[in-house]
């Protein structure tokens, strides 16, 4: 499993080196925080989607950050 | 519990998850409100409608989240005919939690949740922790979290079946802005769930080698410890304007020998000067068996120690498409109100389960939040 973590965190920096990690100003940052932006858009439609895919399969979970984090605040 | 008694415990615990809802709503100037009916069914004669509401406060560094749903269950399907049961049933879930964070500093915050979910025969709570920090000039945001539920569970039939199941998470997320419309997160989760982890209802059926028709079938048993862990990569991105892409991977792994891939992606168009937004999903799984799964327990007159007739444990994989369109009309007293309405078709298939070999269900759901 470490092996497995470790190979997805190594990708996850590769794509970060890949794709240049710009420096991003407070003003250029309208697009990260559009609500499209965000994994969960609707938290009351997606959480029905949700509960039935945790209910549904074996191997629910492990889905670890929230992904609505742009620094906008 | 009697029938009457637990109808009015579930009211109480409704009208309790409404006040919170209530009390955090329209007069308390809530930033967001929102409520949803979703409806579940499959071709299995399993139906779940659940109305769901939550609301969200803003007030200076604290922010509250508090929710409430209600499962209506009706069911007929081969996991009845599995436990023995000759009948469906039919019965209400309630869950209702609050969430509230606090900024603790410009870069740092911290939070914690409660949650608390009745069923007939199924009792849990929950409590969690949360922490944030940003780093990295705004770049990048760190997350730790904790929780912690216990279950208890029952069996309708028999009042002094009593089992206990204890869990705890360990939360990682990394969230990483790679540039003005791209962002990355890495996520991963711990699990240890300790306890009875059976289906009291459940049986498994025992055949004697070579037999065709089962001898005998024993109470389900399985492990009482599982370690569980998650590990997600997610990419979030606007591709031209008014066109917005997720995509997904999630590695998942388990003591019991589960282990999954899942893929989603998700496209996110804006419609018509942005009052339309349409969102079109694609997600895909596939799962291998846990280490004790079997098919068809040939073992009679023995027992194996540790046995199940839960499919969703067995080697299958899933499929879902679905597609949510909202419309913002414009309003002057609010600063937004959306009405949405989607579907999903949800697709698994069992590749070693005698008693299923498919299943398909559809999802629909419509939702409406209005932001203060």
């Known amino acids: 499993m470490l092996p497995r973590t470790l190979l997805l965190l190594g990708l996850a920096a590769a794509a970060c080196g890949a794709l240049g990690c710009a420096t991003v100003q407070p003003w250029e940052r309208g697009v990260l925080a559009d609500r499209r932006m965000r994994a969960v858009a609707s938290p009351d439609c997606e959480g029905a989607r949700a509960h039935v895919l945790a209910v549904r399969e074996g191997a629910a979970g492990g889905l670890g950050a929230t992904g609505v984090a742009c620094g906008c605040n | ?372």
């Open chain 2, 1 to 372: 519990m009697a029938a009457t008694d637990e109808r009015a415990t579930r009211l109480r615990w409704a009208s309790a998850a409404l006040a919170l809802t209530l009390v955090a709503g329209p007069g308390a100037a809530a930033d967001r409100v929102g409520g949803a009916v979703s409806y579940y069914a499959d071709d299995n004669a399993v139906r779940v409608v659940s109305p769901r509401v939550s609301a969200t406060v803003e007030r200076g560094r604290a922010t509250l989240d508090a929710r409430a749903a209600v499962d209506f269950v009706s069911a007929a399907s081969v996991d009845l005919v599995t436990a023995a049961s000759p009948r469906g049933f039919e019965e209400t879930r309630v869950e209702t939690g609050a969430a509230a964070k606090w900024r603790a500093s410009p870069l740092q915050t911290v939070g914690a949740d409660a949650s608390i979910s009745i069923e007939p025969d199924f009792h849990t709570w929950r409590v969690g922790a949360l922490a944030a920090r940003e780093m990295f000039s705004r770049h990048g945001t760190l997350e730790l979290g904790y929780g912690f539920s216990r279950s208890e569970i029952g069996r309708r039939d028999d009042a002094a079946f009593s089992r206990g199941r204890t869990t705890y998470d360990l939360l990682l997320g990394y969230s990483h802005v790679l540039g003005p419309r791209t962002a990355l997160d890495v996520g991963s989760t711990l699990t240890l769930v300790d306890g009875f982890q059976a289906n009291p209802y459940r049986w498994v059926r025992l055949y004697a080698p070579g037999g065709t028709l089962h001898a005998t079938a024993v109470p389900e048993q399985a492990p009482e410890t599982r370690w569980r862990s998650g590990t997600s990569l997610r990419l979030r991105t606007r591709l031209v304007p008014h066109l917005f892409g997720l995509a997904e991977y999630r590695l998942y792994a388990d003591t019991w020998g589960v282990v999954a891939h899942t893929a989603r992606l998700r496209a996110t168009l804006g419609l018509g000067s942005e009052a339309w937004t349409l969102w079109l999903e694609a997600r895909g799984s596939t799962q291998g068996a846990a280490s004790f799964y079997r098919a068809r327990y040939a073992t009679f007159p023995s027992a194996p120690d540790l046995r199940t007739a839960d499919k969703d444990l067995g080697p299958m994989w899933t499929a879902l498409a679905g597609l949510h369109l909202e419309w913002s009309p414009p309003v002057t007293r609010l600063s937004a109100l959306r009405f949405g309405v989607g579907g999903d078709l949800y697709r698994m298939r069992y590749l070693d389960y005698a008693f299923l070999t498919a299943r398909t269900a559809v999802i629909g759901v419509f939702d409406v939040t209005t932001e203060f």
